[in-house]
Every structure is written in structure tokens, then in C-alpha cells.
């Protein structure tokens, strides 16, 4: 058990799966010990190399591309270089990439592409010269997601929420606003405190 300022936490972007080194004070609570680091050059810190968790299209030309860590800005080239995009089914044309921007939440990151085909399935390539805020560059073993390219979306809202039914279940009923495609769609709770994604939605128009 590690304790730390809120500060430095997001410097190395901490998670159970790390190992540390700490020069600094040995605090316990009860028989529990508690190294403390109050400052970042109390830490050498080593991380799992960053990987690519999904990719989504968001409009007809934008891509977001979400890692599991925490990625460095400064690894992250603007015209898009270090992305490529297939097609899924056999690496021909998907479509090109033009920019690539970094997200306010460090995780995202958001692809300019040319004009991708509705519907098909598309394969987004990462190159390891995009690295986390430790300098650890992108598990070249996932490196790769799947994705459609960008349909309309339906717009849809809860119209009903049983929770806690027989089994332990919670019932969800969703009404259809708009036609349109509910991939991408996510039920999520607890989206203040600890968000916990509980159904992604099917690619069901």
C-alpha cells in the first residue's frame, strides 16, 4: 500500500499492476505498512507497457482511439503518422489518417481521417512510438482495434429501470427516439464516483 499527494498519482499514473522504489518515510497503520512518497523524486516507478483497449468512430471523418493508460502528450505527432487504418478483413483500403489529437483525459486519442465507409469493418494500427507519461511506448502485442465505420447513431432514453429483480438482476427499457445504429452505445452507473459500464450495445440499427 502506497500512500501519495493526489498530485503525483496522475504523474506516474499509478495503478495495483505498477512496482515503485521510495526514498522516503515508512508510515504504518496498525500492523499495515504504508510507504509514503510526498514528492515525484520520491518515486521510480515501472508500469505494463500502454495498450489499446478500443476505437470508435465519431463522425464520418474522426476516430477516438482509447489506450489504458495514460498517454504523453509529447509522443503523440499531430499529422497522424504513427495511426494507420485497414480494412479489417483483409489490410486493403480502409481509410487515411490526417491528424491525431490527445484528450483533456489523457486516455483518448482522436483521429482526422478521410471519408470512412458506412458500416464497414475498419482495424486502427498503432505504432510503439506512442508512449505513456513513463516513457514506456505501446505493447506492440496490442496495438490493434476494431471498428465501424461511423453510421448515424440512434438516440434513445431509459423509459423504465427495475432494479434488483429476481436473480439479482436489474431490468433497463430503452425507447427510440431516432432510427439510427446502437453501436458505441454504452449503459453505464455510477458515472460521479467510480463509473462501471454494465452493457455496451450491439451493432443493431
Not at 423504465?160 to 454504452?186: K, R, Y
Amino acid at each position: 500500500e502506497l500512500r501519495v499527494p493526489p498530485a503525483v498519482q496522475p504523474f506516474f499514473d499509478l495503478e495495483n499492476t505498477c512496482q515503485f522504489s521510495l526514498t522516503g518515510i515508512m508510515w504504518r497503520f496498525g500492523k499495515g505498512a504504508e510507504p509514503s512518497g510526498w514528492r515525484n523524486a520520491d518515486l521510480t516507478v515501472t508500469c505494463s507497457a500502454p495498450k489499446v483497449l478500443s476505437a470508435i468512430a465519431t463522425s464520418p471523418t474522426t476516430v477516438n482511439v482509447l489506450f489504458d493508460r495514460n498517454i504523453a502528450a509529447s509522443s503523440i505527432i499531430a499529422n497522424g503518422s504513427q495511426f494507420a487504418i485497414t480494412d479489417a478483413a483483409d489490410a486493403g483500403v480502409g481509410a487515411s489518417v490526417s491528424g491525431a489529437a490527445l484528450g483533456a483525459d489523457l486516455r483518448t486519442v482522436t483521429l482526422t481521417t478521410s471519408s470512412q465507409t458506412a458500416g464497414q469493418t475498419l482495424e486502427v494500427v498503432v505504432a510503439n512510438s506512442v508512449e505513456d507519461v513513463l516513457a514506456k511506448p505501446v505493447d506492440m502485442a496490442h496495438n490493434t482495434a476494431d471498428f465501424l465505420g461511423y453510421v448515424t447513431p440512434a438516440v434513445v432514453r431509459f423509459s423504465e429501470l427495475n432494479p434488483d429483480i429476481t436473480g439479482s438482476h436489474d431490468l433497463v427499457e430503452l425507447q427510440v427516439l431516432a432510427d439510427g445504429n446502437l453501436i458505441g452505445i454504452t449503459i453505464q452507473e455510477n458515472l460521479v464516483a467510480s463509473p462501471t459500464v454494465l452493457a455496451p450495445l450491439p451493432n443493431l440499427q
